[in-house]
Structure formats: structure tokens, C-alpha cells
């Protein structure tokens, strides 16, 4: 059974941090490129940050890169974000996502609020 568990979302006041993690089980991790995602009601999901599927190397939306870095650690399956210097603009339900790299084939996770406020 696949299942991908974010963790680490909460409340944080702006300039803050907070570590993001996803557990993924049930599925071959290491042939699959790891990304985080975000949503706000009424807005598209987007791309905050991953792994590109054809050479691993690690991209970023505009609006965090400097302040956000996206690892990944294949001998305990797990990708984290860590965010910094965080904005309200940032506040947002963050995802976790799994695409395999010959396939396509594409997991998420349930998600995890992220609210950035003083």
C-alpha cells in the first residue's frame, strides 16, 4: 500500500522556520523524483520545490528559492523541505509528491497547513 505522511506543518509568525518531512512507504522511493507542492483555496496547486526526474537536480519556484531546500534521504525514504524566513504569502496546504521516473505515475500525500501570522 502507498503512503506518503507529511508532517510538520503549524502556525509560525513571519521570519520564522519550519521543517517539513514525508514518510513514503509502499513503493520503490528511489525511482521516484520527490517534490513538495502548495495550494490555497481557490488557487491551483503549485511546484514549490523538487527533484527533476531526469537528473535529480533540485528546482524551485521563484518566490522561495534562497529560503527554502528540498532534501531527500533514500535509505529512510524520506523528503523533507526546510523553510525559512517565512512570509504570509507562504501560508498554504503543502503537499508531498511522488513521480515515477519511467512511468509517470504520480502519488500525494494527504497534505499538512502551513499558516505564516503574526
Known amino acids: 500500500q502507498v503512503q506518503l505522511v507529511e508532517s510538520g506543518g503549524g502556525l509560525v509568525q513571519p521570519g520564522g522556520s519550519l521543517n517539513l518531512s514525508c514518510a513514503a512507504s509502499?513503493?520503490?522511493?528511489?525511482?521516484?523524483?520527490m517534490s513538495w507542492y502548495r495550494q490555497v483555496p481557490g488557487k491551483e496547486r503549485e511546484l514549490v520545490a523538487g527533484?527533476?526526474?531526469?537528473?535529480?537536480?533540485?528546482n524551485y519556484v521563484d518566490s522561495v528559492k534562497g529560503r527554502f531546500t528540498i532534501s531527500r534521504d533514500n535509505a529512510k525514504n524520506t523528503v523533507t523541505l526546510q523553510m525559512n524566513s517565512l512570509r504570509p504569502e507562504d501560508t498554504a496546504v503543502y503537499y508531498c509528491?511522488?513521480?515515477?521516473?519511467?512511468?509517470?505515475?504520480?502519488?500525494w500525500g494527504q497534505g499538512t497547513q502551513v499558516t505564516v501570522s503574526s
Open positions: 509528491s511522488a513521480k515515477n521516473k519511467i512511468s509517470r505515475a504520480t502519488y
Open positions: 527533484y527533476n526526474i531526469r537528473g535529480g537536480t533540485q
Open positions: 509502499g513503493f520503490a522511493f528511489s525511482l521516484y523524483a
